[in-house]
């Protein structure tokens, strides 16, 4: 219980992520981009990390690599310190757009993984039912996408990706599609349910605040070619024993100080 | 069929006070909706004002000597033509035959370009080598084609063939365009879910696609009746085509006229069917 809420005490557990020493090379008819340069870090289990980066740093590609659908050109992507071969189940990946099928119903939707991971599909269907009704869905297992607001499609992609039961989170700026007061909650709503079902996530998103009031730690990267600058851990004292949710963490004294931390590094790259 | 002014008679008193909501619309909606059945009623007359007057100017202007008749015929004639050619017993056939021609051909093209189109997504190399190919074969007029098909595949063949042709590389081109524009992001979902190619191919490209699939469906009715039509141009014994050329050559122009009124009822009634099966597909 303590090792998620505060992992930064229990550095000796195995990283439950790695990257070491990660190259990327893009090639295309242009030439040649170096989009991760020599990255190398772990997140904990159970431990909530965001990455911030102006567009450029190879955020989103370091997600690519851990889903398994891009491999690094040198240095080694690892899970549960196995290198990453392929998408796995162990891993949800969550994207910008909701992605939701709009031809197929919210549980439809829900159940395109264990169909296509050939699982057992009565067991799915009942997972997927339980984990659609826990997220104020249950009204709405039988409707289309485009019945549902932008919150509520962004929490049926969110049950999507948990009917696959996977034990890390992969989320690509998944709330920048919705307006703020949505996604404020969103973010809010969804960073409980990571915490309470003890995920490992990892966030990818250029809003700072976000990255701060849901993250363990925020790693920053700087841009072309992407590349570590810097991690801080977040730790909230003044807002009691736990960490706060992430509406209380916006409030916490703390969040000023490494807000302009963090904007005045990605201000100032060398 | 008036106003539906009874509703409105009250406007300011709500005889459902329970819900909270007002029970009769307000003046200016139904001055409004008023006005919205009256635009609708305008554009049916002026449909109807339009096909009338045609009607009459086809009917008056040959009788009144403006026109000759042999060249226009005019529809009491064009009528009478389709009497007798349905007393002579074999417009059913005719019209079967063309019928037949048409779902043959549309289903051959519809099919076969559908299996091209996902041999080309599935494919890309493939799809960069037939590129210019299927460019040089979509640009081609088909209808050129017509005299060799005959010498080649006989009257039958020929007039399959042409409808084919016409109908398949608008077909392979239409929904290969669909399939390669189908979301990247939905791809990619489906990819970090584990899906291979083919599984991107049946649960995100072809369901995705159904609309891309409709359009093409609509496109190809018309352009199967314009091969078959043409085809039988060439050489046939029977069907709408063959009752044109016959009627032209004898100098029928009723004949002519009759057959070319059910060519377009048929070809609407082909697309109806068409947007029937649309609405069912989606839903």
């Given at each position: 219980m303590s090792a998620e809420q505060m992992p930064g005490r229990h550095r000796e557990v195995p990283p439950k992520v790695e990257f070491r020493k990660v190259n990327l090379h893009y090639f295309s008819d242009e030439g040649e981009t170096h989009a991760v340069k020599d990255m190398s870090f772990s997140v904990r289990p159970g431990e909530f990390v965001s990455i911030v980066g102006q567009?450029?740093?190879?955020?989103?590609?370091?997600?690519?690599?851990?889903?398994?659908?891009?491999?690094?050109?040198?240095?080694?992507?690892?899970?549960?310190?196995?290198?990453?071969?392929?998408?796995?189940?162990?891993?949800?990946?969550?994207?910008?757009?909701?992605?939701?099928?709009?031809?197929?119903?919210?549980?439809?939707?829900?159940?395109?993984?264990?169909?296509?991971?050939?699982?057992?599909?009565?067991?799915?269907?009942?997972?997927?039912?339980?984990?659609?009704t826990s997220y104020g869905l249950g009204q709405f297992l039988h409707h289309k996408p485009g019945q549902l607001s932008g919150g509520m499609r962004q929490r049926a992609a969110l049950g999507r990706t948990m009917c696959m039961e996977p034990d890390i989170l992969l989320l690509d700026e998944p709330?920048?599609?919705?307006?703020?007061?949505?996604?404020?909650?969103?973010?809010?709503?969804?960073?409980?349910?990571?915490?309470?079902?003890?995920?490992?996530?990892?966030?990818?998103?250029?809003?700072?605040?976000?990255?701060?009031?849901?993250?363990?730690?925020?790693?920053?990267?700087?841009?072309?070619?992407?590349?570590?600058?810097?991690?801080?851990?977040?730790?909230?004292?003044?807002?009691?024993?736990?960490?706060?949710?992430?509406?209380?963490?916006?409030?916490?004294a703390e969040f000023r100080e490494y807000y302009h931390t963090i904007w005045t590094e990605m201000e100032n790259h060398d | 069929m008036t106003?539906?002014?009874?509703?409105?008679?009250?406007?300011?008193?709500?005889?459902?006070?329970?819900?909270?909501?007002?029970?009769?619309?307000?003046?200016?909606?139904?001055?409004?909706?008023?006005?919205?059945?009256?635009?609708r009623r305008q554009v049916q007359v002026g449909r109807a004002l339009i096909l009338i007057a045609f009607l009459a100017l086809w009917e008056v202007a040959p009788r009144a000597g403006l026109v000759n008749p042999m060249l226009t015929s005019y529809p009491s004639a064009v009528w009478e033509g389709f009497l007798e050619l349905l007393a002579q017993g074999n417009l059913g056939?005719?019209?079967?035959?063309?019928?037949?021609?048409?779902?043959?051909?549309?289903?051959?093209?519809?099919?076969?370009?559908?299996?091209?189109?996902?041999?080309?997504?599935?494919?890309?190399?493939?799809?960069?080598?037939?590129?210019?190919?299927?460019?040089?074969?979509?640009?081609?007029?088909?209808?050129?084609?017509?005299?060799?098909?005959?010498?080649?595949?006989?009257?039958?063949?020929?007039?399959?063939?042409?409808?084919?042709?016409?109908?398949?590389f608008i077909t392979i081109l239409m929904l290969y365009t669909g399939f390669s524009q189908t979301d990247p992001n939905k791809i990619k979902l489906a990819r970090t879910l584990g899906a291979g190619k083919r599984q991107i191919l049946t649960k995100v490209v072809l369901p995705g696609n159904v609309h891309t699939f409709m359009a093409t469906l609509k496109a190809n009715v018309g352009l199967s009746l314009v091969g078959v039509i043409v085809g039988e141009f060439q050489a046939s014994k029977a069907g709408l085509g063959y009752l044109i050329v016959y009627g032209s050559q004898i100098f029928r122009m009723d004949m002519v006229m009759a057959a070319i009124v059910i060519l377009s009822l048929m070809s609407v009634a082909i697309y109806l069917a068409v947007q029937k099966a649309e609405t069912w597909l989606i839903r």
């Open positions: 567009s450029g740093c190879g955020k989103s590609t370091l997600l690519s690599l851990l889903s398994g659908l891009m491999h690094p050109t040198s240095g080694q992507v690892l899970i549960d310190g196995k290198p990453v071969r392929g998408p796995s189940p162990q891993v949800g990946f969550m994207l910008q757009q909701d992605t939701l099928f709009e031809w197929r119903t919210i549980l439809e939707n829900a159940l395109l993984g264990p169909e296509i991971r050939g699982m057992d599909l009565a067991a799915a269907r009942a997972r997927a039912e339980r984990i659609l709330f920048s599609a919705l307006d703020f007061q949505t996604r404020l909650s969103i973010a809010e709503e969804i960073g409980e349910i990571i915490r309470r079902e003890g995920k490992t996530a990892i966030l990818v998103t250029h809003d700072i605040p976000e990255a701060i009031a849901l993250a363990d730690r925020v790693v920053v990267l700087s841009p072309r070619p992407g590349r570590l600058k810097s991690i801080h851990e977040i730790t909230f004292p003044s807002a009691g024993p736990t960490r706060p949710g992430s509406m209380a963490a916006r409030e916490a | 106003e539906t002014a009874p509703a409105t008679a009250t406007p300011g008193t709500p005889t459902d006070p329970g819900t909270g909501s007002i029970a009769g619309p307000s003046v200016a909606y139904q001055n409004w909706i008023d006005r919205q059945s009256r635009n056939l005719h019209i079967g035959v063309t019928l037949l021609e048409v779902m043959i051909s549309f289903a051959v093209a519809m099919i076969l370009g559908t299996v091209v189109a996902i041999c080309l997504w599935l494919s890309p190399m493939l799809e960069k080598i037939l590129d210019p190919f299927l460019v040089v074969g979509n640009a081609l007029p088909k209808i050129a084609l017509v005299p060799i098909f005959y010498i080649w595949l006989g009257p039958q063949g020929s007039i399959y063939a042409v409808a084919i042709a016409v109908a398949l």
